[in-house]
């Protein structure tokens, strides 16, 4: 539509006025991107019920803004920091623990051949697609079944040989030579310590995109926590910021500067490492 | 697949993911030298076996594959057939099936999920692909469109928790919600945003729009800068307008790229749950016009604890899922590409 538009202007148009016509346009379109998250954060200075009986306003009398949430959270002898520093461990875990095992087995896949390898690397590629969301009901019985509910390891086991994250690893380890294998295999190497001392070493950039995409997805991780965690000391921060949204939650203030400074780990990681969240990302992932 | 495809041209065209580079940085050869020669001991030849070792490789993947994917997937099958109390199981055979035909709410639900997955396709492929043009064309500032980038991909950065709460905050029923504060501006009365079926779905597709409209202008914008640029210098030559240089070079050599964001789409689409779950603060909404395909798997098995039944409807949905996809990969020629490679 735009485009066609803009295409066209340029037929019209001198060349600066239709790069001033774009440019408007996108910052139009940030801006009102931006808005929502402008929105929270000034909640985050408001009264909690008024915000969930008026909802979300940008027309704020300034006046009444207040630092007492701020106060109120960082007092607040409640659980908010428990799920922050739960979500931070099983994160940190997860990440680790995934990358470490699916970089393990992409280089199975990559690097040898082998009787099957077809017949399961084309299972990594439909794992890739079946939504999770059909798999939660039978896996969350047999959590039970096993005595795991409630526990983190239920949460971290299930997704450790994550398909997506093989993939990419994979992909990534077509493009290393092979004479590097074979340089250290007569110089005397295992098969693994190829892969511990000679492969990842040199495959930083990729862990480092693999590592921000699953960072962010699992501190964001909802559904399948919602279901195996029961006690609120074990909550991680989505599921503990979802109680607060009950209609008889007496905390409001907290839901909100919650949800605001949930965010920011997360902010902060994109706008330092913007270039590998883009490369995790376009590797074909949008899963959670 | 396209996703096969989609990747590789990611990998191929990211900069962060040549190893070229590191391999000339780094020695590794200084790594290996420290390593002793191998012992006699039979244990200890196992790991220089290379014919064994893709074996112990792929293991953990091959446990996950059949421990947390293929017996779930099975259980699902087997319990769709039975009636499970209180871990009493029945086998019923089809009786959930004929149960999920008849039940007008199911149908309510796939209707929703449905309407959702075409919706957020017919929005969620051209104006991200428009987008993604305006960011690739030469016209513009760098710097503008650096941010622009980086503020659309912000919102695929929070949590559906948080992005529900925000929305449902900002669709509130009062005349001081921020939606309905833009409604004031043209002229229209304050709307109860999450009564009604058509303003709850805009509310659903304004969010689904925010939260993935940057993601898939990353997608475009990978694919677009993989296409050659003599390609688009041929076609001025000719004499195309940007505008046809758009539909006759772009469209055509991003087909892999729309193929596989339409995939993804799909199935996202029919199985989206938590976008309603959080909007309407949990899984009952006026009249079910919230509820999805897997709100009611979640209500049934979850809520009510009539496993069977849930299942069968996670049942239904796979075998619908993957015919669509089945026809659609097939129809678009990717597996014939697929061959071909």
């Known amino acids: ?288 | 697949m396209a996703r096969t495809e989609m990747a590789r041209t990611a990998t191929e065209s990211s900069q962060t993911s040549s190893p070229s580079a590191d391999v000339q940085r780094s020695r590794p050869v200084r790594a290996v030298r420290r390593e002793p020669t191998a012992g006699p001991g039979r244990l200890k030849g196992l790991l220089y076996n290379q014919r064994l070792a893709p074996y112990l490789f792929i293991a953990p993947f091959v446990i996950t594959l059949l421990a947390f994917w293929m017996v779930p997937l099975a259980r699902t099958f087997q319990m769709s057939m039975q009636d499970v109390q209180f871990g009493q199981a029945t086998f019923i055979g089809t009786d959930n099936y004929e149960r999920l035909w008849n039940d007008r709410i199911f149908w309510k639900a796939l209707f929703n999920s449905t309407r959702y997955m075409v919706l957020t396709i017919a929005l969620l492929i051209p104006i991200p692909l428009v987008l993604a043009a305006l960011l690739n064309s030469k016209i513009g500032s760098p710097r503008v469109k650096a941010v622009f980038k980086s503020s659309m991909f912000v919102p695929a950065l929070t949590s559906i928790v948080v992005a529900g709460i925000i929305f449902r905050l900002m669709f509130a029923e009062t005349e001081s919600g921020l939606m309905n504060q833009v409604m004031g501006i043209v002229g229209a009365g304050p709307v109860r945003w999450l009564r009604h079926d058509t303003s709850g779905l805009i509310a659903l597709l304004m969010l689904a729009m925010w939260r993935y409209t940057g993601v898939n202008i990353l997608y475009f914008l990978a694919g677009m800068q993989s296409i050659p640029s003599e390609l688009y210098e041929a076609a001025s030559i000719d004499g195309a307008t940007r505008v046809q240089q758009f539909f006759n070079v772009t469209i055509p050599n991003l087909k892999p790229t729309i193929v596989y964001v339409t995939t993804i789409s799909i199935y996202g689409g029919l199985a989206m749950f938590l976008e309603s779950f959080m909007l309407y603060a949990g899984n009952n909404s006026p009249n079910n016009q919230g509820l999805t395909v897997i709100g009611y798997l979640y209500r049934r098995g979850i809520e009510e604890n009539d496993l069977g039944f849930a299942s069968a409807v996670g049942v239904v949905l796979l075998v619908i899922i993957m015919a669509i996809n089945l026809t659609y990969l097939t129809a678009t020629g990717t597996f014939k590409k697929e061959d071909a490679r």
Do not use: C
């Open chain 1, 1 to 288: 539509m735009s485009a066609e538009r803009s295409a066209r202007a340029q037929y019209t148009l001198p060349r600066g006025l239709h790069a001033a016509v774009q440019t408007g346009f996108l910052v139009v379109i940030t801006l009102i991107v931006l808005v929502p998250l402008l929105g929270i954060f000034l909640g985050t200075f408001q009264d909690g019920n008024e915000i969930i009986r008026k909802g979300i306003s940008l027309d704020i009398d300034f006046g009444s803004l207040s630092l007492d949430n701020y106060v109120m959270l960082f007092t607040d002898s409640g659980l908010y920091f428990r799920w922050f520093a739960n979500t931070i461990v099983v994160t940190a875990v997860q990440v680790a623990g995934t990358l470490l095992v699916s970089s393990f087995v992409a280089y199975g896949f990559a690097m040898y051949n082998f009787r099957g390898k077809n017949a399961l690397f084309i299972s990594v590629l439909v794992l890739m697609t079946v939504p999770f969301e059909i798999m939660m009901l039978p896996l969350f019985v047999m959590v039970n079944d096993v005595g795991l509910a409630d526990s983190y390891s239920a949460i971290v086991f299930p997704f450790l040989a994550a398909s997506v994250t093989i993939f990419f690893f994979r992909q990534y380890f077509l493009g290393i030579p092979k004479d590097l294998l074979e340089a250290a295999r007569v110089d005397g190497v295992t098969e693994f310590g190829i892969f511990f001392k000679v492969v990842l070493p040199i495959s930083k950039p990729a862990i480092a995109a693999m590592a921000i995409l699953n960072g962010m997805v699992i501190w964001n991780n909802f559904l399948w926590p919602l279901l195996v965690l029961r006690s609120a000391e074990k909550f991680l921060l989505p599921i503990g910021l979802n109680t607060l949204l009950t209609p008889h939650a007496n905390n409001y203030e907290l839901l909100i500067i919650g949800s605001f400074f949930s965010l920011l780990p997360v902010l902060v990681l994109f706008l330092v490492f913007q270039r590998f969240f883009v490369a995790g990302m376009t590797a074909g992932a949008l899963k959670g």
